[in-house]
């Protein structure tokens, strides 16, 4: 019983506003946040991932990726648990060519097993939520400052009802002095399809943020991040976060965010060896709702 409360209360809060009024948000899913690296800083530094997934958040992070050898080519793989058994998935890859780089990535997400009644007692059946977002960008230096610019197709569909449709993010990077990086993008930008004969507004939004690194000793550095999103459908999510790192070789991270019903602090931890890379995040979740953790494997080439 207790299982079936949270998931009626977890459905609530991601899908409730997709059925209220007309021009009501969906493709919530774009709200949860992505690689185990940004989930464990809580969102602190979204907007400054050279990750793949900067196609979802900052796609200008996609030519501010360093490379000291190799030919410049990322894949990524996550996994991420969530509320009442929801997962999501992530598959990414970026590459350079021409002095421009490129990225895509997928997203998906389900919610399994929501029961349909339409008299009281047991359930005449169940069903999914699913999510499907797939994403492509492209980004080029300019100097000290790094532009970029993606395109999304996204599907949603609960129950037998769907919607789909395109949206672009565009964002900016810059360093304007050594070991400072600012950037700012704005993104779920575009329309979909009507979902119950009601229009579905995106998740737009904008992101800001900066981080400062500082080297304490030897090999040994930490990283300062500030971010803060704000959603057009609603919520302002400012956000802190520190990363300790030992050489190019283990990460300790933990962070911290406001404005958000379900989580706050969060902390997590990376790993690399030659061109593999592995990360953690463990995320508590308020209102009896467990917690979340997301796993990131990375192949740098």
Request: hydrophobic share 40%; net charge neutral; proline share 3%.
């Amino acid at each position: 019983m207790k299982s079936l409360s949270l998931a009626a209360a977890f459905l609530a809060i991601l899908y409730s506003n997709a059925f209220s009024q007309v021009g009501s948000a969906g493709f919530q899913i774009l709200r949860l946040g992505y690689s185990a690296r940004d989930m464990s800083l809580s969102g602190a530094a979204d907007v400054l991932t050279t990750e793949p997934i900067a196609v979802f958040i900052n796609p200008a992070g996609l030519a501010a990726a360093q490379r000291t050898d190799g030919i410049g080519l990322d894949f990524m793989l996550t996994h991420r648990t969530y509320i009442a058994g929801t997962t999501i998935d992530m598959f990414g890859t970026r590459f350079e060519a021409g002095g421009t780089a490129f990225g895509t990535s997928l997203l998906l997400s389900s919610v399994p097993d929501i029961q349909v009644r339409t008299v009281p007692g047991d359930p005449q059946s169940t069903f999914s939520a699913k999510d499907f977002v797939w994403a492509a960008g492209l980004a080029r230096k300019f100097g000290s400052f790094d532009v970029g610019l993606s395109g999304m197709f996204l599907y949603e569909k609960l129950f037998v009802y769907e919607s789909s449709g395109f949206a672009f993010n565009a964002g900016v990077r810059c360093t304007p002095v050594e070991n400072v990086h600012l950037g700012l993008s704005a993104g779920n930008i575009g329309s979909t399809t009507a979902m119950i004969s009601q229009s579905i507004a995106l998740p737009t939004y904008v992101r800001a943020g900066g981080s400062y690194t500082e080297q304490v000793g030897g090999n040994i550095s930490l990283t300062g991040y500030a971010g803060v999103t704000s959603f057009k459908s609603g919520g302002v999510s400012p956000g802190i976060g520190a990363e300790l790192g030992y050489g190019n070789n283990l990460r300790l991270r933990a962070g911290y965010s406001s404005g958000n019903d379900l989580s706050g602090f969060s902390f997590g931890a990376g790993v690399c060896y030659n061109f593999l890379r592995f990360d953690y995040s463990y995320t508590p979740l308020k209102l009896d709702f467990g917690d979340s953790q997301t796993f990131t494997l990375s192949f740098i080439l």
